[in-house]
DNA sequence: ATGTTTATGCAATTTTATTGCACTCTAGGA
DNA sequence: TCCTAGAGTGCAATAAAATTGCATAAACAT
């Protein structure tokens, strides 16, 4: 994991899409070179995958909102049932176990209300192991990146 | 936007990096006419663009963090003026600002405790407009998806 | 119905990825 | 210092994939 694999995984990381070629190009190296190092960076799972990152706001998800969860029940096996619950839900994007006041934080993409509220019906209800939780909707985002930084 | 370009969005979200045949082959379309809809679909923006998703494991960067900000000073320009320092940090993945009880979320990815300190120093110190803030570590990750649900 | 726009599949063509091979560079050991 | 093993490199040939033109078919609005 050299200089050169860096600048790879940064370029690679802002597009994809690109030929090797090009990449080799501006890595200065060939491209037969260039395409071993980047195979070797996806089989040592370094690059976990290539995706297509789609705008959420053209596909109708445009409301964003960040719910901090106290559970009733605490401890391992409550939370990590009620984080299985939260994942299996389409508009959860992120659902982590935290320290702190509360216990956990989801992360949810929202086409509208009615959605936040069907969801809240479902996750937070009276019979889930769910004590109180807050919910903080997004009124504009700074940054948003799904780059990790070397 | 059909039901074949809802399908190709999904296929290409999960993996991008399958040829266009068998792309075509899953959705049951020619080989050019699946280049020409995927083709549009970039151009149209749904697809904002194709990236190396790494494992942040791997890369050094294994803690994460949600941290929660009261500012000092409300308000669009004081609240944007954070957003923006904040942004600029490499370590912040996300910054939002929010409704509720704090004004800013953001998420964090670290290389160590290190890194965060440094990091508090520089975004939270005294002169700063942070009144408060409230760190929750990352003690489990349920669920971390760049996938949009269509 | 009918003209018009848009999407499709096929086949030819161009571009890109991939491989074998000989060479180079570097680190470690005698 | 010299030698050698291992990893990495570039070139050129080959294989695979993307891209295009064109004729046809489907969808749409009038």
Redesign the interface.
Known sequence: MDRIDRKL?NL??????RTNAALADEVGLSASSCLRRVRRLRQ?????????????A??G?TL?A?V?VELRLHGEPN??QF??L??RE?????????????D??L?L?LRDMEEYDALCNRLFQERMNVARY?????????????????
Chains 1, 2 share one sequence.
Not at 46 to 56: M, T, Y
Not at 90 to 102: H, P
């Open positions: 995984l690679l990381q802002r597009d994809a899409s040592s799972g370094v690059i976990d995958r290539i995706a297509a990152i789609l705008n959420p053209k596909t998800r964003k960040v901090t939370t990590r984080l299985d939260a994942a389409e508009a959860v994007a992120q659902a982590y176990a935290v320290t702190g006041e509360v956990a934080v992360i993409r807050w919910t903080m909707m997004v009124i504009r985002t700074g940054k948003d990146d799904t780059m990790v930084p070397l």
